[in-house]
């Protein structure tokens, strides 16, 4: 079985593959709805290209989705062509395993599951699409990775790997990047605790819970909470995630921490574009709503204002000085409470992704010799920011949350034709121009 382990390249089949209907989406839980999903068997992309004659190839998109390495599809539902369609590029959506199926993770080596398997999963899919997208007018020596949230860590990740070398050409991650921490999941006892959750009442012993985990449905799998309280002062947001890998076998994507591997990244010399949207932080609404005593507690503890991160490496009394600087910057004089949801939000905005981005853009300065661009997208729409309004719904009708900028540059299930005249449909046209000029040029200004 091939469960927790990294993808192997699909045995070729003989006759015609019917390939105009989706595959299944990776297993896993709605985050926001609960339902469980999706197959074992989704190792998938889907490669979309108008023209398959053209008077050169045309430049190749591969797109990498977020969901907190625990939700994603590469659906039309979500992510459909139609935008990009317009121009003249080939792009590509993949499937990765997420979750427990995809980020599990044992120190063993006997056990051969050192974990990353769904970032293995996006890498074998890049080495897919060099092999093979000039069959569909995709310029093999014309590719960019691009990806949203745990897609544009994944991104940067795919930027630093030794695994990807050479086999893409810029790259745009947005919303995410390596300097974010939750791009890093902190070695501990998931496997072992997703074990006996199901279950099991062994020891904590590698080869003894690989073993039984291989037993469970994966429908059973992936409905977990894991998480302690002390977990989640600490910043996690999933138990499953990318890892430093604690052994390296041939397929190894992070043998050293991810700031390392920045370093000497081998994308150092490839154009990049990153960013993210002005207004980030609203996505921590349905989170927020449904625990007030989460931000009516924090007067009771300042510290967990600073970032685990910087609390290992300092003094309380240093850690206490930086807690009551920020809780001054973000809530002035107020006491800090559930009445001042839109200030927690704002905190998590930068702590959670724009002190991350902004440590890239500091890191690709200090490393890169290739030109970087940086964005913020600040288009808000009452009506068609579909992130928003399924964190917020009706509650929070202003602001340009996580993700927002997707609703310009995919169609999905809630989109709907727009007046040519419209503000929306200029952004669509905008944002297109932006992303799909950088994959062709290197430059986004079009």
């Not at 990294?6 to 709805?33: I, M, R, Y």
């Not at 039984?212 to 429908?219: F, G, I, N, S």
Request: glycine share 6%.
């Amino acid at each position: 079985t091939l469960r927790f382990k990294a993808p192997v390249p699909v045995e070729p089949w003989s006759g015609v593959l019917d390939c105009t209907h989706f595959a299944n989406k990776p297993v896993q839980k709605g985050l926001l709805t609960g339902i469980i999903e999706g197959s074992e068997d989704c190792l998938y992309l889907n490669v979309y290209a108008k023209q398959l004659k053209s008077a050169k190839p045309l430049p190749v998109m591969v797109y990498i989705y977020g969901g907190a390495f625990s939700i994603g599809e590469a659906t039309r539902e979500i992510y459909s062509p139609d935008y990009f369609m317009a121009k003249d590029v080939v792009l590509v959506t993949l499937n990765y395993r997420v979750d427990c199926l995809g980020f599990l993770s044992l120190k063993d080596p006997s056990c051969e599951v050192p974990g990353n398997a769904g970032l293995k999963d996006q890498v074998l899919a890049i080495k897919w699409v060099n092999q093979y997208i000039s069959y569909f007018n995709g310029a093999v020596n014309n590719i960019t990775v691009f990806g949203e949230s745990a897609g544009g860590c994944s991104t940067h990740y795919m930027m630093c790997t030794e695994q990807t070398r050479g086999l893409f050409h810029k790259a745009i991650p947005m919303s995410g990047t390596l300097h974010n921490y939750w791009s890093n999941t902190p070695p501990a006892d998931f496997a072992y605790r997703l074990a006996k959750l199901n279950g099991f009442e062994g020891e904590n012993n590698d080869r003894q819970v690989l073993d039984y985990l291989r037993t469970v449905p994966a429908e059973q799998l992936v409905n977990h909470s894991l998480l302690t309280p002390e977990d989640r002062r600490n910043g996690l947001i999933y138990a499953f995630g990318p890892t430093v890998e604690p052994y390296v076998m041939t397929d190894c994507v992070t043998p050293k921490p991810q700031l390392e591997m920045v370093r000497k990244a081998w994308s150092n010399k490839l154009p990049v574009m990153l960013g993210g949207t002005s207004f980030e932080g609203l996505f921590m609404y349905p989170a927020l709503k449904a625990n007030p005593k989460g931000m009516d507690s924090l007067p009771q503890d300042l510290l967990r204002l600073t970032p685990h991160e910087v609390r290992v490496l300092n003094t309380e009394q240093q850690n206490l000085e930086s807690s009551k600087k920020m809780k001054q910057l973000y809530f002035g004089d107020a006491t800090p409470s559930s009445k001042l949801i839109m200030n927690f939000m704002d905190y998590y905005s930068y702590r959670i992704f724009w002190h991350g981005f902004h440590r890239t853009l500091q890191a690709r300065l200090a490393y890169a010799t290739a030109p970087t661009y940086f964005y913020r997208f600040d288009f808000d729409s009452p009506d068609f920011n579909f992130y928003r309004k399924k964190f917020c719904g009706d509650d929070i009708k202003q602001g340009v949350a996580h993700a927002d900028e997707l609703s310009y540059l995919f169609r999905n299930s809630e989109s709907w034709k727009l007046d040519k005249a419209s503000a929306e449909y200029r952004t669509i046209q905008r944002l297109v121009d932006i992303w799909t000029s950088f994959a062709a040029t290197s430059n986004p200004n079009c």
